[in-house]
């Protein structure tokens, strides 16, 4: 079971790209930086934000892209 900031990080996607893709994005880019779902902490959020910018933007565009990090940034 992922810890608080990985869920609150994925309530915050959730509105922006969607369930899925938000449940999807925050496993890749926790995985990404070396940590779990269980260890990611709020040190970690801006690498997992800038992250998402790029992973996303040929997904939901640029915009969408930037939208969603500026909400993962907020939760941090």
């Given at each position: 079971m992922p810890n608080e900031l990985?869920?609150?990080?994925?309530?915050?996607l959730r509105p922006v790209i969607g369930t899925v893709l938000a449940t999807v994005s925050v496993d890749v880019e926790v995985r990404r930086i070396g940590k779990t779902l269980d260890t990611v902490d709020h040190s970690d959020v801006p690498a997992i934000a800038e992250n998402l910018i790029e992973a996303l933007r040929l997904v939901v565009g640029p915009d969408t892209a930037a939208a969603a990090a500026v909400r993962v940034r907020e939760v941090g």
């Open positions: 990985a869920g609150q990080i994925e309530d915050a």
